[in-house]
């Protein structure tokens, strides 16, 4: 799932278990305990299929039919293997699969290292940093809890803000939030997607 994760059964215990030979998979598909896991990542590879300790990515699909020349020629993709010890929420393993599916991209030149916005708790992903549509100048920010927790946060911004607000998808403001001129604190149920605006002020840290 883009902004969160299903728990399913290793086992094919029953008839639609074992009928469900392939599920739709984004991003990671991991195995773990309460003290360690592995995962599978990939970057555009959307069917996987489990049984017992063993993960199975589908590369290809080579149907016929609505086009009887689908996926024919080369196909570069990427997967990779990650493991970790320690409880599943500190795995990292959702920064991993995004750094493989958004890599970062090298130009010329040099600029002093400097993060324009952070969260303070790295279970609270920062999806998306755009300019608002309807041309005023406000940023929005798409946020979303990935391990399935109630959580505070606090975001972080190089740059100071005179009003943060509570947006709609649409990017229409529904509630103001309280700011402290580079920071707003949030407030996250269990996988909930949050759109931020904000209101840039003038100055720059």
């Not at 606090?154 to 509570?166: N, P, T």
Request: proline share 4%.
């Amino acid at each position: 799932i883009q902004f969160g994760h299903i728990m399913r059964p290793t086992h094919r215990s029953n008839t639609y278990a074992s009928d469900r030979f392939e599920v739709c998979n984004h991003g990671f598909t991991a195995i773990y305990d309460a003290t360690h896991g592995a995962a599978v990542l990939n970057d555009c590879k959307y069917g996987v299929s489990m049984k017992d300790s063993e993960i199975s990515l589908s590369l290809l699909r080579g149907a016929v039919n609505p086009d009887p020349a689908a996926d024919r020629g080369s196909h570069h993709f990427l997967y990779s293997y990650y493991v970790w010890n320690g409880p599943f929420e500190k795995s990292g393993v959702v920064a991993e699969a995004a750094a493989i599916n958004s890599p970062v991209h090298v130009t010329a030149g040099s600029r002093p290292k400097i993060s324009f916005f952070a969260v303070d708790d790295p279970n609270v992903v920062i999806e998306t940093v755009k300019l608002a549509e309807d041309g005023s100048g406000d940023m929005i920010l798409r946020l979303y809890e990935s391990m399935k927790g109630t959580r505070r946060a606090v975001l972080s911004s190089a740059f100071a803000f005179e009003a943060a607000w509570l947006c709609n998808m649409l990017e229409e403001p529904k509630a103001a939030l309280e700011t402290k001129t580079h920071q707003v604190e949030l407030k996250l149920r269990p996988f909930e997607i949050l759109t931020l605006r904000l209101k840039k002020g003038s100055s720059f840290c």
